[in-house]
Structure formats: structure tokens, C-alpha cells
Nanobody, 111 residues
């Protein structure tokens, strides 16, 4: 199983980023996919999850209305569109399914 995140970077408050996670080694279209994040000195927290067909998703209260999780099963890829970014969104973002994790991608929101 491989999960490879991309799309992180440094942005200013109010800007947007889209994270991608390319998956391989398992039947992607059958699995719930999630994004987590971890800021320095804090525990890893769930940001958003999406069901196997993409019809059901849920979000942490802190990102509702700003972040959107989506997936393309034909491409074995899950996305996280992040709008109206805030400094408190700064963290390493991880792609997850079952017990598998990607290596993470850094998102820094700073003026």
C-alpha cells in the first residue's frame, strides 16, 4: 500500500490550496479515505473523510464550509480543497485509509 500526498506549500491567510493523495496497492474504490493533520505539539486530528463512492463526507467543525474532500476512483486519488486558509490551518497533512498513512505534506499559512 502506498499513499503519496502532494500540493502543500506556503500561502497567505485567505488563499487556497488543493492537496492530492495518490493511492496504490489496494482496491481504492472500496475504501473510505481520510485527511488528517498534525500541528507541532498537538495530536493528529481528523480533518475530513469520504465514503468509497464519494457520496458521503464529513468534516471537522474547524474546517466546515472552507474545506472540501473529493475523490476520483478512476485515478485512485483523493483531494482536499482548502479555501479561506487561516494561520491555524498550518500543519502537516496526512492521507489515511484503514491503518495506512502517507508521508505527509506541509501546509503553512502565514503573512
Amino acid at each position: 500500500v502506498q499513499l503519496v500526498e502532494s500540493g502543500g506549500g506556503l500561502v497567505q491567510p485567505g488563499e487556497s490550496l488543493r492537496l492530492s493523495c495518490a493511492a496504490s496497492g489496494f482496491p481504492f474504490s472500496s475504501y473510505v479515505m481520510s485527511w488528517y493533520r498534525q500541528a507541532p505539539g498537538t495530536e493528529r486530528e481528523l480533518v475530513a473523510s469520504i465514503g468509497s463512492t464519494g457520496s458521503i463526507s464529513n468534516y471537522a467543525d474547524s474546517v466546515k464550509g472552507r474545506f472540501t474532500i473529493s475523490r476520483e476512483n478512476a485515478k485512485n486519488t483523493v483531494y482536499l480543497q482548502m479555501n479561506s486558509l487561516k494561520s491555524e490551518d498550518t500543519a502537516v497533512y496526512y492521507c489515511n485509509t484503514y491503518r495506512y498513512w502517507g508521508q505527509g505534506t506541509q501546509v503553512t499559512v502565514s503573512s
